[in-house]
């Protein structure tokens, strides 16, 4: 019954020991234990093994085509920082509007070399001044600075990009930590795959996504498991988002000293074993 009682799951094992431990003497134990094992070991396995791959629910040996709908950019945010490059025909120019912007590889001081996004959304560029560049898309604001230059010069090119695009990706994943998001696209699966895919212990049906939206904290649970979850419109990823994978209700007993169901069904046919035996003993001395 304490077997029972932790293999709530294993319904046909439950009612099966309920009956015929009652109905039966001490004798007839010895013939259960195999079939005891064989449920043991095979019925307690998960509900549904899919759980172990991504959008499952996708027909088998398809071809499937959904419109895509919600495929989002990052956005500039307050406290940002911009790598703004501008190359012209003139050599004077390009000086000048390229003050202060990194022009080799990133650095540990490319936070510092970079414009910060100001409190009120601008940044402070060379010749130009303010800029006002919050909540546009990258290319909306190359878009506006090449306008702007495009004053002082002739057929400037401008690219624009994020120096602190970075998401935290935590929990049962391969290798937690921060990932490097400098893609205009990066969805879930991009970040998930950098930071070694979810582990065997870890839910995918339960993935936890945290994202700064101005004053605002959103927080939602996505489910890896539903091709649903990519019409979400937190599939595509924004700068300084937080992915948590939450473990398994397994790994969860593991980690509180729980001894999980296999465990459980070990132990106790041991236990049965040792009084049979005991009780086969006694009754050869007997005779």
């Known amino acids: 019954m304490l077997t029972a009682f932790y293999l709530k799951d294993c319904k046909f094992i439950k009612s099966y020991f309920n009956i015929n431990f009652a109905q039966n003497p001490v004798m007839k134990l010895k013939s259960y234990i195999p079939v005891f094992l064989a449920f043991s070991l095979f019925s307690c396995s998960p509900k549904n093994k899919k759980a172990l791959t991504y959008f499952n629910n996708l027909p088998d040996s398809t071809y499937t085509v959904k419109q895509v709908e919600n495929k989002t950019e990052q956005r500039i945010k307050v406290d940002d920082v911009l790598s703004v490059k501008v190359s012209t025909l003139n050599a004077e120019s390009n000086t000048l509007f390229n003050a202060g912007v990194l022009t080799g590889a990133q650095s540990e001081n490319a936070l510092n070399e970079g414009y910060k996004v100001d409190k009120n959304g601008d940044i402070n560029f060379p010749v130009l001044g303010k800029i006002s560049l919050a909540n546009k898309t990258l290319e909306e604001a190359q878009d ?19 120096l602190n ?26 970040a998930l795959g950098k930071a070694g895919d979810i582990t065997a212990t870890g839910r995918k049906d339960n993935v936890l996504l945290i994202r700064e939206n101005g004053d605002k904290r959103e927080m939602i649970r996505l489910n890896m498991n539903d091709v649903v979850t990519m019409s979400s419109p937190f599939y595509y990823l924004q700068q300084n988002d937080v992915i948590i994978v939450e473990a398994t209700r397994r790994k969860q007993r593991q980690t509180k000293g729980i001894p ?12 049965v074993a040792t009084i049979l035996g005991l009780f086969s003993t006694i009754r050869y001395l007997k005779n």
């Open 144 to 162: 506006l600075i090449t306008q702007k230059i495009s004053t002082q010069v002739k057929n400037p090119i401008v690219n624009v990009r994020l």
């Open 165 to 190: 695009a970075q998401v935290s990706v935590l929990g049962e994943v391969g290798a937690p930590g921060i990932i490097n998001i400098s893609a205009r696209k990066t969805t879930i699966l991009e």
């Open 260 to 271: 999980d169901a296999i465990t459980i069904s070990s132990l106790t046919l041991s236990s």
